[in-house]
């Protein structure tokens, strides 16, 4: 069964920067779609970023676009989120999510088409 565990994860002020990563093993990265998706305290997950298998296609939610970029690096089965001018409502536990690739990049950044997912990182963006 595949496994992704998250780091990167902290306390930052207003206009910072992060790096989350994601490491994947028993499987090959290139094989999936991947995602990243966060959940604020009484807020539904929603997704962020999202790459599809081919590096191809990509998502990005509203709100993050331009400040968030997601990147893979296939050698070391591992993805990337950076995240640049950080806000306070970007607040919230970041996962990474991976999924057999997708037929349609419609809704490829929809939480339930994802079947495996990472314990996730807090990101805490306060003063």
């Known amino acids: 069964q595949v496994q992704l565990v998250e780091s990167g994860g902290g306390l930052v002020q207003p206009g910072g920067s992060l790096r989350l990563s994601c490491v994947v093993s028993?499987?090959?990265?290139?094989?999936?779609?991947i995602g990243w998706f966060r959940q604020a305290p009484g807020k539904e997950r929603e997704g962020v970023a999202c790459?599809?298998?081919?590096?191809?296609?990509?998502y990005y939610l509203d709100s993050v676009r331009g400040r968030f970029t997601i990147s893979r690096d296939n050698a070391k089965n591992t993805v990337y989120l950076q995240m640049n001018s950080l806000k306070p409502e970007d607040t919230a536990v970041y996962y990474c999510?991976?999924?057999?690739?997708?037929?349609?990049?419609?809704?490829?950044?929809?939480?339930?088409?994802?079947?495996?997912w990472g314990q996730g990182t807090q990101v805490t963006v306060s003063s």
């Open positions: 999510a991976v999924n057999e690739p997708f037929s349609t990049v419609e809704g490829m950044c929809t939480v339930l088409k994802y079947d495996y």
């Open positions: 028993r499987g090959a990265l290139n094989s999936y779609a």
């Open positions: 790459i599809s298998s081919r590096g191809d296609s990509t």
